[in-house]
């Protein structure tokens, strides 16, 4: 079927041939596949916590609110490494005992060389306001010398 142009049948202009067959199907590709949205979506280190995954995204976005899923992992992994510690010897020889108190001596040694970093830095910012603003350095330092006495 020709369609009305000035210059006469469909074989003149092909590409408005196409875009008129074709115009119908463009809506289907330009859709979303999916029109459903989540409700208070959230992220945590690329983890999306929504009604798929969670039963109360609110409830769980307000408990990591005041404690990490880090910190619970850590006070669950400390209680676990005491209740570890109780057992007797052969009983720690389990694999799957061994593989966490590996990971667990993995964790606190990350945690050890952020702690070293992080007093480095404290020491190079003491450094740096000592060439500012030395009686604040000195009133910092006895803060220190004050807890180093306790």
Same mark, same amino acid.
């Given at each position: 079927?020709?369609?009305?142009?000035?210059?006469?049948?469909? %074989? &003149?202009?092909p590409m408005n041939y196409w875009?008129? &067959?074709?115009?119908?199907?463009?809506?289907?590709?330009? @859709?979303?596949?999916?029109?459903? !949205?989540?409700?208070?979506?959230?992220?945590?280190?690329?983890?999306?916590?929504?009604?798929?995954?969670?039963?109360?995204?609110?409830?769980?976005? +307000?408990?990591?609110?005041?404690?990490?899923?880090?910190?619970? %992992?850590?006070? =669950?992994?400390? @209680? %676990?490494?005491?209740?570890?510690?109780? %057992?007797? *010897?052969?009983?720690?020889?389990?694999?799957?005992? *061994? @593989?966490?108190?590996?990971? /667990?001596? !993995?964790?606190?040694?990350? /945690?050890?060389? +952020? !702690? +070293? &970093?992080?007093?480095?830095?404290?020491?190079?910012?003491? &450094?740096?306001?000592?060439q500012r603003d030395e009686p604040?350095?000195?009133?910092?330092? *006895?803060? =220190?010398?004050?807890?180093?006495?306790?």
């Amino acid at each position: 079927m020709p369609l009305p142009s000035d210059t006469g049948t469909w %074989l &003149a202009q092909p590409m408005n041939y196409w875009y008129a &067959a074709l115009r119908p199907f463009f809506a289907l590709y330009a @859709a979303p596949g999916s029109l459903d !949205q989540s409700i208070l979506p959230w992220t945590f280190a690329g983890l999306v916590v929504n009604e798929n995954n969670s039963s109360d995204p609110a409830t769980e976005h +307000a408990v990591v609110g005041k404690d990490s899923y880090g910190r619970q %992992l850590g006070r =669950i992994s400390d @209680a %676990l490494a005491c209740l570890i510690d109780t %057992l007797a *010897e052969h009983e720690k020889k389990n694999k799957a005992i *061994e @593989a966490f108190l590996g990971m /667990k001596a !993995q964790i606190d040694e990350i /945690k050890d060389k +952020a !702690q +070293a &970093a992080r007093f480095d830095k404290v020491l190079a910012d003491l &450094a740096d306001l000592r060439q500012r603003d030395e009686p604040t350095f000195y009133e910092r330092v *006895e803060r =220190i010398s004050a807890l180093a006495s306790k």
